[in-house]
């Protein structure tokens, strides 16, 4: 037989197909929300730089040394260190919600720096070019810098998720369901090599699917390829 009956029994019960939706659910959200702090965080970080458009050493140098300080931890040490934070915040510190907060914590420092990197692709002509033209700094980062580094902006978005998608296995070992859980539990501790190749299946797929939608978008957002 090509599968366990551990495995036909998950499957029957609906328990793989519901893991599937929750990696997606705590990929996407966690995803989501780790832009809405990483943005803003790496547009600072960018624009405060000495070469940046309003230069604040002070303030560059210490958004960095944050930013450095969480990315230099590994993730599932800081995913750990951040569940009484998570417990604050919802009131739990397990199960999905809970881990949803440990991933945002854990992604928003390295989507800032992604957004950083992507911003620094523009080319310093255009932005000169808009201020030879009277734009002010906030008008030059909401119709200058974020829509010319919109490709690299979009491509820095899939590296994102696939990477947290990653992160969402881990939290399986502090409480989160999903893909991860299921091969933990029902693979690994049971010593069913079909359920975690599956699993391993599922999550490969997973990335197939963002990373072809990511690149059909970037695609058609990137001005150098019409």
């Not at 929300?33 to 803003?40: I, N």
């Not at 949803?100 to 992604?114: D, G, H, N, Q």
């Not at 599956?198 to 390829?225: E, N, P, Y």
């Amino acid at each position: 037989m090509l599968f366990s009956d551990i495995f036909q029994k998950l499957w029957n019960a609906g328990i793989i197909q519901r893991g599937i939706w929750e990696t997606v659910y705590m990929c996407t959200l966690s995803t989501l929300f780790a832009y809405v702090f990483g943005l803003p965080l790496g547009v600072v970080l960018h624009v405060t730089a000495p070469d940046g458009l309003q230069p604040m050493k002070g303030l560059n140098s210490v958004l960095g040394l944050i930013v450095n300080f969480f990315r230099s931890i590994p993730c599932i040490i800081l995913m750990v260190a951040m569940i009484p934070v998570a417990k604050l915040i919802v009131g739990t510190s397990v199960g999905n919600g809970a881990v949803i907060v440990t991933l945002i914590i854990s992604a928003a420092p390295y989507v800032a720096r992604m957004v950083e990197a992507s911003l620094k692709e523009v080319s310093p002509g255009v932005v000169e070019a808009a201020q030879a033209m009277g734009c002010t700094n906030m008008q030059i980062i909401l119709r200058v810098l974020l829509p010319e580094a919109k490709p690299s902006l979009i491509s820095g978005c899939v590296i994102s998720s696939v990477t947290i998608l990653g992160y969402t296995a881990l939290a399986a070992t502090l409480g989160g369901t999903g893909l991860g859980q299921i091969a933990i539990v029902y693979g690994h501790q049971r010593s069913k090599a079909d359920v975690v190749w599956f699993c391993v299946l599922l999550m490969v797929l997973i990335v197939q699917v963002i990373q072809v939608a990511g690149s059909a978008i970037v695609r058609r957002t990137d001005k150098r390829v019409r």
